[in-house]
């Protein structure tokens, strides 16, 4: 949620700075919104279980590998829209290190680095191993003056919304407002 915070506000004043406008923003139809709410209701899922001690091991990765593919999908639904690529390639290079590994690996280090005790809220995080698959993708990345952890994924896709608001500030670019009027017609 930080990270979001972190990402809007100086995307917002970048808009601002280059001539756009809040209001623009609500002028903007993003197609596959349905999509997203497979994901966060598959998410919300997943993080219910955990908290209930749920079948997380048996029912998580199924319900993570739908989170995944909606959002994926929403991203390509939209991919013609300023700063959607930086976005898909952070989401692929976390959903990478994820699906392998049946939740974000988070570094031990880093949370040190932080001044953690190595505790982690289990479900789709969990402690990085030696034995994780890709773990320089993992949440590996300590930001101290926010205090949390992020990955190579997570400051991609932060990127690409923060150009995305920005740009979309200033209204739909030419060639995704074309290529949405010619899926309407």
Known sequence: MLLALVTLVPAVLVGYLRGGRLR????????????????????AALGLLSLVDGPVETVGRGLLVASLAAVLAFVWINRRLPGMWLV?????????????????PVSPEAIAALGGDGAIDEGKHRLLTDG????????????????????????LLALGVAVLVARLMRGLPRHARSAREHRLA
């Open 132 to 155: 994780d698959v890709l773990p320089w993708l993992a949440d590996v990345i300590p930001v101290p003056g926010l205090r949390i952890i992020v990955s190579i994924g997570d400051i």
């Open 88 to 104: 898909a390639i952070g989401f692929l290079l976390n959903a990478a290190v994820i699906l392998p590994n049946g939740a974000m």
């Open 24 to 43: 623009r923003l609500t002028e903007v139809r993003l197609a596959g919104l349905p999509v997203i709410g497979v994901a966060v209701a598959a998410q």
